[in-house]
Protein backbone atom coordinates (compact mmCIF):
# COMPACT_ATOMS: atom_id res chain seq x y z
CA UNK A 1 0.00 0.00 0.00
CA UNK A 2 1.75 3.36 -1.03
CA UNK A 3 2.03 6.33 1.55
CA UNK A 4 0.53 9.23 0.83
CA UNK A 5 2.22 12.56 0.35
CA UNK A 6 2.35 12.81 4.05
CA UNK A 7 3.46 9.96 4.57
CA UNK A 8 1.38 8.54 7.21
CA UNK A 9 -2.19 9.23 6.00
CA UNK A 10 -2.69 5.92 4.06
CA UNK A 11 -2.38 4.19 7.45
CA UNK A 12 -5.61 6.27 8.73
CA UNK A 13 -7.40 7.45 5.85
CA UNK A 14 -10.89 5.44 6.29
CA UNK A 15 -11.62 4.86 2.50
CA UNK A 16 -8.44 3.12 2.21
CA UNK A 17 -8.44 1.19 5.32
CA UNK A 18 -12.45 -0.19 4.28
CA UNK A 19 -10.31 -2.40 1.44
CA UNK A 20 -8.59 -4.60 3.50
CA UNK A 21 -9.76 -7.61 3.64
CA UNK A 22 -10.56 -8.45 7.49
CA UNK A 23 -11.21 -6.37 10.51
CA UNK A 24 -8.13 -7.64 12.17
CA UNK A 25 -5.93 -6.12 9.71
CA UNK A 26 -7.28 -2.71 9.76
CA UNK A 27 -7.32 -2.45 13.63
CA UNK A 28 -3.48 -4.01 13.54
CA UNK A 29 -2.83 -1.40 10.25
CA UNK A 30 -4.28 1.33 12.56
CA UNK A 31 -2.64 0.76 16.12
CA UNK A 32 0.87 -0.43 14.40
CA UNK A 33 0.82 2.54 12.31
CA UNK A 34 0.13 5.19 15.11
CA UNK A 35 2.50 3.57 17.11
CA UNK A 36 5.15 4.21 14.53
CA UNK A 37 4.41 7.45 14.02
CA UNK A 38 4.24 8.21 17.89
CA UNK A 39 7.65 6.91 18.33
CA UNK A 40 9.36 8.57 15.11
CA UNK A 41 8.02 11.82 16.56
CA UNK A 42 9.04 10.91 19.93
CA UNK A 43 6.26 12.87 20.96
CA UNK A 44 5.94 13.61 25.31
CA UNK A 45 2.60 13.82 26.94
CA UNK A 46 1.51 10.40 27.17
CA UNK A 47 3.23 7.11 26.71
CA UNK A 48 2.51 3.64 24.86
CA UNK A 49 4.34 1.56 27.41
CA UNK A 50 2.07 2.01 31.02
CA UNK A 51 1.46 -1.37 31.08
CA UNK A 52 2.37 -2.89 34.36
CA UNK A 53 4.42 -0.02 35.34
CA UNK A 54 3.49 3.46 36.95
CA UNK A 55 6.08 6.30 37.95
CA UNK A 56 7.45 6.09 41.54
CA UNK A 57 5.78 8.01 44.15
CA UNK A 58 7.75 8.97 47.66
CA UNK A 59 6.42 6.26 50.17
CA UNK A 60 6.03 3.57 47.44
CA UNK A 61 8.26 0.15 48.49
CA UNK A 62 11.88 0.53 46.97
CA UNK A 63 11.70 -3.09 46.43
CA UNK A 64 9.17 -2.89 43.72
CA UNK A 65 11.22 -0.44 42.02
CA UNK A 66 12.09 -1.69 38.28
CA UNK A 67 15.75 -1.23 37.95
CA UNK A 68 15.63 -2.41 34.43
CA UNK A 69 12.84 0.42 33.90
CA UNK A 70 14.92 3.03 35.42
CA UNK A 71 18.22 2.19 32.85
CA UNK A 72 16.03 2.34 30.07
CA UNK A 73 13.98 5.79 30.90
CA UNK A 74 16.51 7.63 33.73
CA UNK A 75 13.29 7.78 35.42
CA UNK A 76 11.95 4.98 38.55
CA UNK A 77 8.66 3.26 37.65
CA UNK A 78 6.83 0.58 40.05
CA UNK A 79 5.68 -2.69 38.84
CA UNK A 80 2.46 -3.28 39.48
CA UNK A 81 0.09 -6.58 39.82
CA UNK A 82 -1.89 -7.41 37.45
CA UNK A 83 -5.29 -6.47 39.78
CA UNK A 84 -3.66 -2.80 40.35
CA UNK A 85 -3.00 -1.85 36.61
CA UNK A 86 -5.59 -3.53 34.03
CA UNK A 87 -8.19 -1.23 32.86
CA UNK A 88 -11.25 -2.81 32.41
CA UNK A 89 -12.92 -1.08 29.20
CA UNK A 90 -15.94 -2.24 27.81
CA UNK A 91 -16.38 -0.70 23.95
CA UNK A 92 -20.33 -0.23 22.79
CA UNK A 93 -21.04 -0.07 19.29
CA UNK A 94 -24.22 1.39 17.47
CA UNK A 95 -25.52 -0.86 15.31
CA UNK A 96 -29.19 0.17 14.38
CA UNK A 97 -30.02 1.21 11.42
CA UNK A 98 -29.01 4.48 11.31
CA UNK A 99 -25.63 3.88 11.55
CA UNK A 100 -25.85 2.08 7.66
CA UNK A 101 -25.58 5.63 5.60
CA UNK A 102 -22.06 6.39 4.42
CA UNK A 103 -21.99 9.93 1.58
CA UNK A 104 -18.54 9.54 1.34
CA UNK A 105 -17.79 5.68 0.33
CA UNK A 106 -17.63 4.39 3.93
CA UNK A 107 -20.55 4.33 6.08
CA UNK A 108 -20.85 5.41 9.84
CA UNK A 109 -21.32 1.54 10.95
CA UNK A 110 -18.00 1.13 8.97
CA UNK A 111 -16.44 3.61 10.18
CA UNK A 112 -17.24 2.71 13.56
CA UNK A 113 -16.04 -0.45 13.63
CA UNK A 114 -12.61 0.17 12.76
CA UNK A 115 -12.31 2.78 15.23
CA UNK A 116 -14.15 -0.13 18.34
CA UNK A 117 -12.00 -2.74 16.67
CA UNK A 118 -8.76 -0.30 16.82
CA UNK A 119 -9.75 0.69 20.22
CA UNK A 120 -10.05 -2.91 21.86
CA UNK A 121 -6.54 -4.10 19.79
CA UNK A 122 -4.83 -0.92 21.50
CA UNK A 123 -6.14 -2.16 24.68
CA UNK A 124 -5.42 -5.48 24.50
CA UNK A 125 -1.85 -4.89 23.52
CA UNK A 126 -1.41 -2.74 26.46
CA UNK A 127 -2.19 -5.65 28.72
CA UNK A 128 -5.44 -3.95 29.52
CA UNK A 129 -8.68 -5.90 29.58
CA UNK A 130 -11.12 -5.13 26.73
CA UNK A 131 -14.91 -6.14 25.84
CA UNK A 132 -17.68 -5.19 23.79
CA UNK A 133 -21.08 -5.23 23.22
CA UNK A 134 -23.22 -4.43 19.75
CA UNK A 135 -26.80 -3.18 20.03
CA UNK A 136 -29.45 -1.69 17.93
CA UNK A 137 -32.92 -1.92 19.88
CA UNK A 138 -31.55 -4.80 21.99
CA UNK A 139 -27.77 -6.09 22.93
CA UNK A 140 -27.02 -8.08 20.02
CA UNK A 141 -23.73 -9.22 21.30
CA UNK A 142 -21.89 -9.05 24.52
CA UNK A 143 -18.02 -10.35 24.80
CA UNK A 144 -17.07 -9.21 28.56
CA UNK A 145 -13.63 -7.46 29.12
CA UNK A 146 -10.67 -9.87 29.61
CA UNK A 147 -6.81 -9.68 29.23
CA UNK A 148 -5.85 -12.56 28.01
CA UNK A 149 -3.58 -13.56 24.80
CA UNK A 150 -5.91 -13.87 21.60
CA UNK A 151 -8.88 -12.40 23.33
CA UNK A 152 -8.90 -9.83 20.41
CA UNK A 153 -10.22 -12.15 17.76
CA UNK A 154 -13.33 -13.22 20.30
CA UNK A 155 -13.89 -9.60 19.92
CA UNK A 156 -13.55 -8.99 15.98
CA UNK A 157 -15.83 -11.66 15.21
CA UNK A 158 -18.52 -10.24 17.45
CA UNK A 159 -17.81 -7.20 15.27
CA UNK A 160 -17.79 -8.91 12.20
CA UNK A 161 -20.81 -11.31 12.99
CA UNK A 162 -23.46 -7.75 13.16
CA UNK A 163 -24.97 -5.99 10.47
CA UNK A 164 -26.86 -2.83 11.08
CA UNK A 165 -30.53 -2.82 11.26
CA UNK A 166 -33.66 -2.01 13.05
CA UNK A 167 -34.24 1.00 15.76
CA UNK A 168 -32.10 1.97 18.55
CA UNK A 169 -32.80 2.38 21.87
CA UNK A 170 -29.53 3.58 23.49
CA UNK A 171 -30.80 4.48 26.55
CA UNK A 172 -32.50 1.13 27.78
CA UNK A 173 -29.26 -0.34 26.06
CA UNK A 174 -26.54 1.65 28.03
CA UNK A 175 -28.96 0.46 31.65
CA UNK A 176 -28.48 -3.20 30.61
CA UNK A 177 -25.05 -3.09 30.14
CA UNK A 178 -24.58 -0.86 33.50
CA UNK A 179 -26.43 -3.45 35.27
CA UNK A 180 -23.81 -6.36 33.60
CA UNK A 181 -20.81 -4.52 34.86
CA UNK A 182 -19.85 -5.35 38.56
CA UNK A 183 -16.28 -3.74 38.91
CA UNK A 184 -15.32 -0.72 37.70
CA UNK A 185 -14.01 0.78 34.43
CA UNK A 186 -14.16 2.17 31.45
CA UNK A 187 -16.79 2.39 28.99
CA UNK A 188 -16.50 3.83 25.71
CA UNK A 189 -19.93 4.47 23.54
CA UNK A 190 -19.29 5.22 19.97
CA UNK A 191 -22.75 5.98 18.27
CA UNK A 192 -24.41 8.06 16.12
CA UNK A 193 -26.77 8.95 19.13
CA UNK A 194 -29.62 9.38 16.54
CA UNK A 195 -31.93 8.70 19.48
CA UNK A 196 -33.81 10.58 22.54
CA UNK A 197 -30.81 12.63 23.86
CA UNK A 198 -31.96 12.60 27.20
CA UNK A 199 -32.39 9.24 27.82
CA UNK A 200 -28.63 8.11 26.41
CA UNK A 201 -27.34 11.11 28.41
CA UNK A 202 -29.56 9.97 31.43
CA UNK A 203 -27.48 6.38 30.91
CA UNK A 204 -24.03 7.67 30.30
CA UNK A 205 -24.73 9.76 33.89
CA UNK A 206 -25.73 6.00 35.00
CA UNK A 207 -22.33 5.05 34.53
CA UNK A 208 -20.64 7.91 35.73
CA UNK A 209 -22.95 7.41 38.89
CA UNK A 210 -21.95 3.60 39.18
CA UNK A 211 -17.93 5.32 39.11
CA UNK A 212 -17.05 4.61 35.79
CA UNK A 213 -14.95 6.63 33.29
CA UNK A 214 -17.35 6.91 30.26
CA UNK A 215 -15.58 8.47 26.74
CA UNK A 216 -18.25 9.01 23.79
CA UNK A 217 -17.26 8.99 19.97
CA UNK A 218 -20.03 10.49 18.02
CA UNK A 219 -19.49 9.41 14.48
CA UNK A 220 -21.44 11.10 12.29
CA UNK A 221 -20.95 11.32 7.94
CA UNK A 222 -20.08 14.41 6.72
CA UNK A 223 -23.17 15.19 4.37
CA UNK A 224 -25.77 15.22 7.85
CA UNK A 225 -23.23 17.93 9.46
CA UNK A 226 -22.60 20.01 5.95
CA UNK A 227 -25.79 18.86 4.09
CA UNK A 228 -24.18 19.42 0.95
CA UNK A 229 -26.32 18.17 -1.88
CA UNK A 230 -28.45 20.66 -4.36
CA UNK A 231 -31.69 20.14 -6.59
CA UNK A 232 -34.80 18.43 -4.71
CA UNK A 233 -33.88 15.58 -2.49
CA UNK A 234 -35.78 12.51 -1.42
CA UNK A 235 -34.42 11.89 2.77
CA UNK A 236 -35.44 8.64 3.91
CA UNK A 237 -35.24 7.14 7.89
CA UNK A 238 -33.24 4.33 7.76
CA UNK A 239 -34.91 2.99 10.81
CA UNK A 240 -38.39 4.20 9.75
CA UNK A 241 -38.40 3.33 5.86
CA UNK A 242 -41.70 5.10 5.28
CA UNK A 243 -41.08 8.35 6.74
CA UNK A 244 -40.17 10.17 3.74
CA UNK A 245 -39.40 13.75 3.14
CA UNK A 246 -38.67 15.46 -0.56
CA UNK A 247 -36.58 18.85 -0.04
CA UNK A 248 -34.33 21.30 -2.07
CA UNK A 249 -31.48 21.39 0.66
CA UNK A 250 -30.13 24.59 -0.33
CA UNK A 251 -33.30 26.26 0.60
CA UNK A 252 -33.45 24.62 4.45
CA UNK A 253 -29.30 24.27 5.03
CA UNK A 254 -28.85 27.32 7.13
CA UNK A 255 -31.44 26.10 9.39
CA UNK A 256 -30.48 22.16 9.21
CA UNK A 257 -26.73 23.31 9.62
CA UNK A 258 -28.28 25.61 13.30
CA UNK A 259 -30.23 22.30 14.28
CA UNK A 260 -27.37 20.05 14.01
CA UNK A 261 -25.09 22.29 16.03
CA UNK A 262 -27.05 22.83 18.88
CA UNK A 263 -27.58 19.17 19.10
CA UNK A 264 -23.78 18.80 18.64
CA UNK A 265 -23.08 21.48 21.91
CA UNK A 266 -25.99 20.54 23.96
CA UNK A 267 -24.37 16.74 23.95
CA UNK A 268 -20.90 18.01 24.09
CA UNK A 269 -22.09 19.97 27.09
CA UNK A 270 -24.09 17.80 29.23
CA UNK A 271 -21.75 15.32 28.68
CA UNK A 272 -18.76 17.47 30.11
CA UNK A 273 -21.29 18.62 32.89
CA UNK A 274 -21.45 14.84 33.65
CA UNK A 275 -17.27 14.51 33.56
CA UNK A 276 -17.59 12.41 30.12
CA UNK A 277 -15.24 12.97 27.24
CA UNK A 278 -17.20 13.59 24.23
CA UNK A 279 -15.31 13.10 20.92
CA UNK A 280 -16.88 14.23 17.93
CA UNK A 281 -15.54 12.38 14.88
CA UNK A 282 -16.84 12.12 10.65
CA UNK A 283 -16.20 9.47 8.67
CA UNK A 284 -13.82 11.40 7.19
CA UNK A 285 -11.80 12.17 10.20
CA UNK A 286 -8.23 9.77 9.97
CA UNK A 287 -8.60 7.32 12.67
CA UNK A 288 -5.25 7.98 14.18
CA UNK A 289 -6.79 11.02 16.07
CA UNK A 290 -9.52 9.28 17.70
CA UNK A 291 -6.74 7.14 18.92
CA UNK A 292 -4.50 9.74 19.66
CA UNK A 293 -7.66 11.37 21.54
CA UNK A 294 -7.81 8.29 23.61
CA UNK A 295 -4.21 7.95 24.58
CA UNK A 296 -4.42 11.45 26.06
CA UNK A 297 -7.43 10.29 27.96
CA UNK A 298 -5.23 6.99 29.52
CA UNK A 299 -2.59 9.29 30.16
Known amino acids: MAATADGNKSYFDPLVLARLSNLYLKARWVVEGMMSGIHRSRSKGFSVEFEEHREYSPGDEIRRIDWKALGKFDRYFIKETEDETNLRATLILDGSASMDYGSNGVTKFEYASILTASLAYLILKQQDAAGVATFSDKIDAFVPPRAKRGYVFEILRALEAHRPAGETNAGKILQEI ?122
Open 178 to 299: AGKMHRRGLVILVSDLLDDTENVLNGLRLFRFSGHDVIVFHVMDTAEIDLPFDGNILFEDLELPDLRVTADPQTIREVYRGVVNEFIDHVRKECHAAMIDYQLVSTATPLDRALVSYLGWRA
